[in-house]
C-alpha cells in the first residue's frame, strides 16, 4: 500500500473556467483587428465558431479570418496578440481556493499544463492560486507543442518537483485524452473531473475516479492524505 505524497493539477477548466480566458483574449483580438479594419461584430462570432471545435486547436484565428472573408495576411498581427495577452484577474471554480488551502499544507502540489509558457504562467498568478504550487510545469518548455499532455515529459517533470514516484501522485484534470491518458502511461493514478469545454468526453479506460467538479476531486484526495489507499 502507499501513501499519497503529492498532487498534479492540470489548469484550465479544472482549476478555473478557459471561457473567463477566451472571452477576455477573443476582446483583445477584435480590438487589435478593428484597427486593421475587421468588423468585430463578424470576428467575434467567427472566433467563438472556430473554437467551439476545440479551443486549443491550433489554426483558428486562420479558420475564423477565412470564414469572414477577410484578408488571410492579417492573420500573424492577430496571432501575435492572442500570444502576447496576459490575463490579470480570473476567477478559480467555487471552493477551489479553499479546498487548495487546505491541501497545500499537507502535500506539495505542482502544476502541470500546456500552452505558451509565459502566458500558463500570466494565468495561475491570474487566478490567485500561484502561491499554493512548488512548481509550474509548461510542457511547451520541454520542446514545443510536441511535448503537450499526454505527452509523458511533463508528468516526469511535475513527478521531479514532487520528489515522489509515480505510484505515491494523483493527477487531477478534466481531459480523458490529456490529462488521464498521459498520467495513466507513468503510471500515475488520476481523477477526472467533468468540466468545462470537454465535460461530455467519455472517459479514459484507465481512470481512476471521476467526479462532476475539481472540489470534489479534492475532497477525495484529501481524504486519502489520511490514510493508505
Known amino acids: 500500500m502507499t ?12 482549476l478555473y473556467p478557459r471561457t473567463q480566458f477566451l472571452d477576455q483574449v477573443w476582446q483583445r483580438v477584435c ?8 468588423d468585430p461584430a463578424r470576428l467575434r462570432p467567427a472566433l467563438e465558431r472556430a473554437a467551439a471545435g476545440g479551443s486549443d486547436r491550433p489554426g483558428l484565428i486562420d479558420e475564423a479570418v477565412r470564414s469572414v472573408g ?8 492577430l496571432v501575435y496578440a492572442f500570444r502576447e495577452y496576459w490575463p490579470t484577474t480570473l476567477v478559480p471554480y467555487p ?16 502544476l502541470v499544463t500546456d ?14 492560486l500561484a502561491k ?18 499526454p505527452h509523458g515529459s511533463g508528468f516526469r517533470r511535475g513527478l521531479s518537483a514532487l520528489a515522489c514516484t509515480a505510484d ?3 493527477m487531477i484534470g478534466d481531459r480523458p485524452d490529456k490529462d488521464v491518458a498521459g498520467a495513466s502511461s ?10 468545462g469545454e470537454h465535460a461530455g468526453m467519455p472517459d479514459h479506460p484507465a481512470t481512476w475516479r471521476t467526479v462532476d467538479s475539481t472540489v470534489e476531486a479534492l475532497d477525495v484526495v484529501l481524504g486519502l492524505t489520511v490514510a493508505e489507499v
Open 31 to 38: 480590438a487589435v483587428g478593428a484597427t486593421a479594419g475587421l
Open 186 to 195: 507513468m503510471g500515475i493514478r488520476s481523477v477526472r473531473v467533468r468540466t
Open 3 to 14: 501513501l499519497i505524497r503529492g498532487i498534479l493539477l492540470d489548469l484550465e477548466d479544472t
Open 70 to 77: 477577410a484578408d488571410l495576411t492579417l492573420v500573424p498581427r
Open 132 to 149: 499554493h504550487f512548488r512548481a509550474v510545469v509548461c510542457t511547451d518548455e520541454g520542446g514545443g507543442r510536441d511535448f503537450r499532455k
Open 115 to 128: 500552452g505558451n509558457p509565459a502566458q500558463q504562467r500570466a494565468k495561475i498568478e491570474a487566478t490567485g
Open 168 to 170: 505515491a501522485a494523483i
Open 95 to 110: 471552493g477551489v481556493e479553499e479546498r487548495l488551502d487546505e491541501l497545500s499544507a499537507r502535500l506539495p502540489l505542482v
